[in-house]
């Protein structure tokens, strides 16, 4: 059984930075992605930024620049660095697993077969 756990979550000023981790148990397949979304109140979930197996990334318009994703294999962890930090980035942070490629996956929520629980990310200005 796949299960994500995140963490990292806060609260920050603008301009200020956070790192989320995914812990990610119990999955074996051997293509897949794994991506982070985020869900304001009162608004969709919105994909953030994906990578793929292969390592290859892409991000939303919004974040392009500022937050980085990556993974560590050996540890079965996923990363997402976010630099400055702008208050319309507040929402829960979700992260999720598609057992298929990132370019089938992209961002589209219904795609991403398993998630975590959240993290919250409040940015004050």
């Known amino acids: 059984q796949v299960q994500l756990v995140e963490s990292g979550g806060g609260s920050v000023q603008a301009g200020g930075s956070l790192r989320l981790s995914c812990a990610a148990y119990?999955?074996?397949?051997?293509?897949?992605?794994m991506g982070w979304f985020r869900q304001a109140p009162g608004k969709e979930r919105e994909g953030v930024a994906v990578?793929?197996?292969?390592?290859?990334?892409s991000y939303a318009d919004s974040v392009l620049g500022r937050f980085t994703i990556s993974q560590d294999h050996a540890k079965n962890t996923l990363y997402l660095q976010m630099n400055s930090l702008k208050s319309e980035d507040t929402g829960m942070y979700y992260c999720?697993?598609?057992?298929?490629?990132?370019?089938?996956?992209?961002?589209?929520?219904?795609?991403?077969?398993?998630w975590g629980q959240g993290t919250q990310v409040t940015v004050s200005s």
């Open positions: 990578i793929d197996s292969d390592g290859s990334t």
């Open positions: 119990g999955y074996i397949y051997s293509t897949y992605s």
């Open positions: 999720a697993l598609a057992a298929m490629r990132a370019a089938v996956a992209r961002m589209y929520p219904q795609r991403f077969g398993y």
